[in-house]
């Protein structure tokens, strides 16, 4: 999750007081007049971290930080949980049960995969089943495609998603601490600080896809991209053909990089960028770097919480673009990519409390977690 340990910040009136599920409010105006407003689907969740549903399907199935995921089924919380593996997880801080992918096919096959912090503190990458019944999946089917040995407590990563290629993608983190002590961020020899990526149709845990940079040598041969410091969520944008990159800075910067989803061995630059500046001051050498398109600095936040970009109907005025926020600050913000830059900034909310991440229905809508427990909608502002 965001690196910053922050106090939970509260949310603005309208959110905070005691709304009845489906109630909206105004959160924002965009520049065309249009406003957003999030409804509340669901609350009582324990620290909601992630959102996700399997294609076609009208569930929401909401990651909770100590290693439950819950459903959420016709506007209803579900009592008992899809999977429950408190008893496998570290959680607290910037650990727990991270994120939630289902296979392209898991209408068919019944397959997905988590990314958790065991028991001793290391990322796992692992793949379970649905039950027989379609609201539980079966705890005792977990299998271990990828183990990590984290150094530090913080900067897990801990995105897990599928691409266009239909490849699992895995954001990991630089280890931890401050400055990247061990120098994992451009190492392509450790799986810290890099975007991985798994054939896991083939092979057994996985195979590697002969696109991968490093797939004949030259480094571990999982990687897709190095160079990041704590990917807090990253998003395809199927529409464009386009993988987006959120990256929490440290001192000064936090990041958007944006790529083709065909743009193997990209090198996000950290450590010797942050944002796009030099980290340790002037004099750094660029050459071969992949800039962000977006950045903002610390006068207007600490730590970005990744978003989507939206293809949903609810809101038109929002189409193609992607939504991000700040965890600290708890604005939520968009822009829109064209021509290779950031286009139509706007902001469509503020004080919208700790936002832990973004997440996306089936139907292509947008959903916003709020670490202290909440599930809400985008919509049109009435």
């Not at 459903?71 to 049960?97: K, M, N, Q, S, Y």
């Not at 599928?162 to 990247?180: K, Q, R, S, T």
Request: hydrophobic share 40%; glycine share 14%.
């Amino acid at each position: 999750m965001p690196h910053r340990t922050t106090p939970r910040a509260a949310l603005i009136a309208c959110l905070a007081a005691s709304l009845a599920p489906a109630a909206g409010c105004g959160a924002g105006a965009a520049e065309d007049g249009g406003g957003i407003a999030l409804t509340k689907l669901a609350e009582g969740l324990d620290a909601p971290l992630h959102l996700t549903a399997p294609a076609g399907d009208p569930r929401l199935f909401v990651v909770e930080q100590p290693g439950r995921i819950r459903i959420i089924a016709a506007g209803r919380l579900l009592e008992r949980p899809f999977l429950d593996i408190t008893a496998r997880v570290r959680a607290g801080g910037e650990r727990g049960l991270l994120s939630l992918a289902f296979h392209p096919r898991y209408a068919e096959n019944g397959r997905f995969f988590v990314d958790y912090t065991d028991r001793g503190g290391d990322t796992r990458i692992a793949e379970f089943r649905v039950s027989e019944d379609p609201d539980l999946a079966d705890a005792g089917s977990e299998r271990l495609l990828l183990a990590v040995e984290q150094p530090y407590a913080n900067h897990n990563g801990g995105h897990v998603l599928f691409g266009p290629d239909g490849m699992l993608y895995v954001g990991m983190g630089d280890g931890g601490a401050a400055n990247d002590p061990h120098g994992h961020g451009r190492n392509p020899n450790t799986l810290l600080g890099a975007i991985l990526r798994l054939d896991v149709d083939s092979g057994e845990p996985y195979a590697i896809p002969p696109g991968n940079p490093f797939a004949r040598g030259g480094g571990r041969p999982e990687i897709w991209a190095i160079g990041a410091r704590n990917p807090w969520r990253m998003w395809f944008d199927a529409a464009e053909s386009l993988l987006y990159v959120a990256d929490v800075g440290q001192n000064r910067w936090e990041e958007v990089h944006i790529a083709p989803a065909t743009a193997a061995g990209l090198d996000y630059g950290w450590n010797v960028m942050e944002g796009r500046h030099c980290f340790r001051g002037a004099g750094c050498d660029t050459g071969g770097l992949d800039l962000p398109v977006l950045e903002y600095g610390h006068d207007e936040g600490c730590s970005i919480t990744g978003g989507i970009v939206y293809r949903g109907r609810a809101v038109p005025a929002l189409a193609g673009h992607y939504l991000y926020a700040d965890y600290c600050s708890g604005w939520i913000r968009s822009f829109r990519y064209e021509g290779g830059r950031a286009t139509q900034a706007r902001e469509l909310a503020r004080d919208a409390g700790s936002i832990a991440s973004f997440g996306e229905g089936a139907d292509g809508e947008a959903y916003v977690l709020s670490l202290d427990g909440a599930v809400f909608r985008i919509d049109r502002a009435r």
